[in-house]
């Protein structure tokens, strides 16, 4: 049987497409497009009926000469008549039906039905809405481009533009679907994960101050260590957004930083260690870089920059995938500005903070990991430069993997175990794959060592000399030789959220309404709560959350 192709960057399009258009004429096939049952296609000069549900991106056509029995492809030569595509009629905006229609609310999350007032139109919700999708830019001429439509009174008796569904409503609990979710995520692999980026919650992280002594654990033993006064030694160029009590709340929204262990880890080396190297990779990229300066020493310079080189808030254009087509607009949508000459215009998501994080698709996960919410930074982000996030930004860089590479926390507490595919390319553990992590592809794998990389090293020598963090014999300092993380790596963990294909004879459609991990990047996240049920219902749009009477 063929294997089906996972959807990635064009998942987001078409995959909701008008069913009463499809169905009812003969359109050119397009891989990127879904389906219904019924559609019919055309596809190198023949025609072929859809018999299922099709999902974008999987079986073509052709597939009806390559599978050895019928039932494993969706499609079968049509014989019938059929019309050419007729155009749709655009749907013109109405008038308020119901005046206690509630406003739109940016941050909450909708489901479908729900219905909500918009720059004085009503819409409705076609399937589930996440926070920050709002009913901005809806187009009936592509209906499948937003979560969102045009209410029109009366439409479940033949209004205009997208119908439900094509397939009958199935019904899947919350409590079922997370029940699920639970049950792949306690794959031990992915619980340590888990556990490394938990956080704490914002309204503690609020309270934490130098000295308190109900400061969380991780917080008490990284002031043990780098002192108000020590943080002032160690940064005196700082920018002044940079500040100690930020760092300490920083470091208490991650317990994991920093943390305890409870199988024979020490834990003060493990956080000397993450300090020393959180240190010198700030210096590298926020760093002064002057090897003139006669009383400050370079490894000493860090934290110069707060927001990148020569860019201000306001600045348009770069550093954002915004295009909804594509998985990274379509997760983590760019917000715009709303006044000034450039208004309308989407936001840029230059570096900003001691990690200099940028694009949207990280200050979406970013966000999510600090508010719950994913479009809190995506409309705000100059907040990873203003607040305590311009530090809390890079702690969460570090306990965060980036499939197939792990998190840095897990390479310097050892929790990443290189196989033999890692030793064969050079990875294992030390300092040197930390940098391997972050900017592999620039600084790693030649010949010699870059000398973006010889400055980390140099940092990191004297940052881990000063705080007393040891450096065992044999680790790799550089990164020179060391290829990057590919899928045959032990870190190459799926930590993503897609359809699961599988076929069924006992369910509509014969489709399984389930999701899988996979190890391609999707809009869904293992590390989210409850976006395992958002994939089901994004993937599967007639599966309903209510019992179907």
């Not at 655009?90 to 007032?117: C, F, H, M, N, W």
Request: proline share 7%.
């Amino acid at each position: 049987m063929l294997k089906k192709t996972i959807l990635t960057t064009a998942m987001a399009f078409a995959i909701f497409a008008s069913t009463n258009v499809l169905s009812a004429t003969v359109v050119d096939f397009s891989s990127s497009v879904s389906y219904p049952a019924d559609a019919i296609v055309r596809f190198d000069d023949e025609l072929f009926r859809a018999k299922w549900w099709v999902n974008a991106n999987s079986l073509t056509p052709a597939s009806v000469d390559e599978v050895a029995n019928e039932w494993e492809t969706p499609w079968e030569r049509y014989d019938g008549d059929a019309s050419g595509t007729d155009p749709v009629d655009p749907v013109d905006p109405v008038d308020p039906v119901d005046p206690e229609t509630p406003a739109y609310d940016v941050s909450r999350i909708y489901q479908a039905g729900d219905k909500v007032l918009f720059e004085n139109v009503v819409y409705i919700a076609q399937w589930y809405v996440d926070a920050g999708q709002s009913p901005a830019g809806v187009d009936p001429l592509t209906p499948w481009a937003s979560p969102w439509k045009v209410y029109v009174e009366g439409e479940d008796t033949g209004g205009p533009g997208p119908v439900d569904p094509p397939l009958e409503a199935v019904y899947r609990s919350i409590d079922d679907m997370r029940a699920e979710e639970a049950a792949i995520r306690g794959a031990p692999a992915l619980q340590k994960i888990l556990h490394s980026v938990r956080t704490l919650d914002n309204d503690v992280v609020a309270k934490v101050k130098p000295g308190a002594a109900d400061n969380p654990s991780n917080v008490r033993r990284v002031e043990a260590i780098v002192s108000d006064s020590e943080f002032e030694f160690l940064f005196p160029y700082r920018d002044k957004a940079y500040q100690y009590t930020g760092f300490l709340q920083a470091v208490a929204k991650f317990p994991a930083f920093c943390g305890d262990y409870d199988d024979g880890r020490d834990a003060e080396a493990i956080c000397r260690t993450s300090l020393a190297t959180m240190f010198a990779h700030f210096g590298q990229e926020t760093g002064g870089h002057d090897g003139n300066d006669g009383q400050v020493p370079e490894w000493r310079q860090a934290l110069v920059w707060v927001r990148e080189m020569n860019l201000s808030e306001g600045f348009t254009g770069g550093y954002g995938i915004c295009d909804k087509a594509l998985w990274q607009g379509y997760a983590f949508p760019c917000a715009v500005l709303e006044s000034g000459p450039d208004a309308g215009k989407f936001k840029n998501y230059f570096g900003r903070g001691a990690k200099q994080l940028s694009y949207n698709y990280n200050y979406g996960p970013f966000s999510q990991a600090i508010y719950g919410n994913k479009s809190v930074l995506l409309n705000s982000p100059e907040l990873v430069a203003d607040t305590w996030l311009n530090l809390a930004s890079a702690v969460f860089f570090f306990v965060y993997p980036q499939p197939p590479k792990p998190s840095m926390l897990h390479v310097v507490d050892g929790t990443w175990v290189p196989n033999d595919a890692d030793k064969a390319d050079h990875r294992l553990k030390g300092f040197g794959t930390t940098t391997l992590i972050i900017n592999g592809g620039v600084e790693c794998g030649g010949a010699n060592e870059n000398q973006q990389s010889l400055n980390r090293m140099r940092y990191h020598g004297d940052m881990a000399n000063h705080l007393k963090a040891a450096i065992a014999p044999g680790e790799p300092q550089g990164c020179k030789g060391m290829k990057e993380f590919t899928e045959a790596s032990s870190a190459a963990l799926k930590l993503s959220w897609v359809q699961d294909y599988s076929w069924s004879a006992s369910t509509v459609g014969g489709l399984s309404y389930k999701c899988q991990l996979t190890n391609e990047q999707t809009p869904f996240s293992a590390l989210v709560d409850n976006d395992y049920e958002r994939c089901v219902q994004y993937y599967f749009p007639n599966v309903v959350t209510e019992p179907v009477r």
